[in-house]
């Protein structure tokens, strides 16, 4: 069976600090990978998707970045937080091509940006 | 006009009633839908996929109106473990980019 990770779990920044926050996925190879930030009462905005290894697509425009270094590894990264960036981010994955197109989401990481 | 649009509620019922959920979705070219629970501060679940003939999971009935281009949910003798955010979910046929409604909030209580 297909299993999702992410951490950490629950992350406190500063403000201008780096952030690193990784996802990996078992149990299944080549699948569709994203980013999605979901700020306090709000809905899911998608940031990222990725493909395959080295392929990312950005969905919006921010102080954010992907990778994908391996292909059941997504990685989102900042140089410099904002309090903005605050919100809970969810990374899920898709089997993608040749299978089905349900989405499957990780237990999210907490991100609050003080 | 959003792509994908919900009641953001919230539905406020007593154990035991019916409660239905519609969501409405702008592009014609959608082939796939499902339904997701999200309980605070979780990560979404998936609740249902949503078949065009309409299907049912226990308690849970979910239909596809592709004429009117809107799929309902519909949830039977409510317990108080379905209190959640219902999350409406559609996919273009071809795409692996979900679009995703901003929920619908139930609240069942005693």
């Known amino acids: 069976s297909q299993t999702i990770h992410q951490w950490p779990a629950t992350l406190v920044q500063p403000v201008g600090s780096p952030l690193s926050l990784e996802c990996t996925v078992e149990?299944?190879?080549?699948?569709?990978l994203y980013w999605y930030r979901q700020a306090a009462g709000r809905g899911l905005q998608l940031l990222f998707y990725?493909?395959?290894?080295?392929?990312i697509s950005s969905e919006v425009p921010q102080n954010l970045s992907a990778s994908r270094p391996q292909d059941r590894q997504f990685i989102l990264s900042s140089k410099k937080l904002l309090l903005s960036d605050s919100g809970f981010y969810l990374c899920?994955?898709?089997?993608?091509?040749?299978?089905?197109?349900?989405?499957?989401f990780g237990p999210g990481t907490r991100l609050t940006v003080l | 006009r959003k792509e994908v649009e919900q009641d953001p509620g919230p539905f406020n019922v007593p154990e035991g009633a019916t409660v239905a959920f519609n969501c409405t979705y702008s592009?014609?070219?959608?082939?796939?839908f499902f339904w997701y629970r999200q309980d605070c501060r979780k990560e979404p679940k998936l609740l249902m996929s949503?078949?065009?003939s309409g299907n049912e999971d226990g308690r849970f009935t979910a239909q596809l109106n592709r004429a009117s281009q809107y799929i309902s949910l519909l949830i039977r003798d409510s317990k108080l473990s379905d209190s959640a955010t219902y999350l409406c979910?559609?996919?273009?046929?071809?795409?692996?980019?979900?679009?995703f409604g901003r929920g619908t909030s139930l609240i069942v209580h005693p």
């Open positions: 990725s493909v395959g290894i080295g392929q």
């Open positions: 592009n014609s070219a959608s082939q796939s």
């Open positions: 979910v559609v996919n273009k046929g071809g795409s692996y980019i979900p679009t």
């Open positions: 899920a994955w898709i089997k993608g091509l040749g299978g089905t197109d349900t989405q499957y």
């Open positions: 149990g299944t190879s080549n699948p569709n």
């Open positions: 949503v078949y065009s």
